[in-house]
């Protein structure tokens, strides 16, 4: 198993694996975001102002304008952060057609 991984990578074994710990990183602030997305909505149909919340090992009790503020700027921000291009890092040249 571990020749045919070999083979299959390469030499690029740190550039795999730091694709695979950004697209996990990505994953997790996806997903916060779509957390912090369906809290956001459930407090505008309540007409609340402010959110009490608990995801996972983090609690959320702020007012709503913040947490659009952070929906819609700071974890889309950091999501794309975390984006690797692995295009970008192959210094092979690209052939265009």
């Known amino acids: 198993m571990r020749e045919r991984i070999e083979m299959l990578i390469g030499d690029k074994r740190r550039l795999v694996l730091g694709l695979a710990a950004s697209s996990i990183l990505s994953g997790f602030t996806e997903a916060a ?15 609340a102002g402010h959110v009490h919340q608990r995801i996972g ?22 999501t794309r952060a975390t984006v690797v291009d692995a295009d970008a890092s192959d210094p092979r040249p690209v052939e265009r057609r």
């Open 33 to 47: 975001t779509l957390a912090l997305l369906a809290q956001v909505a459930t407090s505008l149909a309540r007409g």
């Open 57 to 78: 090992p983090f609690a959320i009790h702020a007012s709503l304008p913040a947490l659009l503020e952070v929906a819609g700027v700071a974890i889309p921000a950091f």
